[in-house]
């Protein structure tokens, strides 16, 4: 069992940046793959990145790649996602989340299954990119 808790939401302006943080707890011990999605009002859980336990391995989604960085530091057990130049259309929850699997099964998975891919999740921290 892995225990995510979110934070560095909050309320930005557009052509804001913003560092999102998923801190892990739990077992910790074991290898997991990271990932952070996120979920407009109204729509459906999106992917947005994932990165692999070593950290060397990532995986972006499409639209996502240029302005998302996603990072990890496994001494603090905390995954990072970097927003640059957001957008209203960026305000949505932000999810982490962890999945036991190795790596290339993790992001098979992602992409055939979205967001039923992981195992593990935080409650998320709101982001609010007003114009």
């Known amino acids: 069992q892995v225990l995510l808790v979110e934070s560095g939401g909050g309320s930005v302006q557009a052509g804001d940046s913003l560092r999102l943080s998923c801190a892990a707890s739990g077992r910790t011990d074991s290898l997991y793959a990271m990932a952070w999605f996120r979920q407009a009002p109204g729509k459906e859980r999106e992917f947005i990145a994932a990165?692999?336990?070593?950290?060397?391995?990532?995986y972006f989604a499409d639209s996502m790649k240029g302005r998302f960085t996603v990072s990890r530091n496994n001494d603090e057990n905390t995954v990072y996602l970097h927003m640059d130049n957001l957008t209203p259309e960026d305000t949505a929850v932000y999810y982490c989340?962890?999945?036991?699997?190795?790596?290339?099964?993790?992001?098979?998975?992602?992409?055939?299954?979205?967001?039923?891919?992981?195992?593990?999740w935080g409650k998320g921290t709101l982001v609010t990119v007003s114009s």
């Open positions: 990165i692999s336990w070593s950290g060397s391995g990532t």
């Open positions: 989340a962890a999945d036991p699997n190795p790596w290339s099964q993790v992001v098979a998975e992602i992409q055939f299954r979205g967001a039923n891919a992981m195992d593990f």
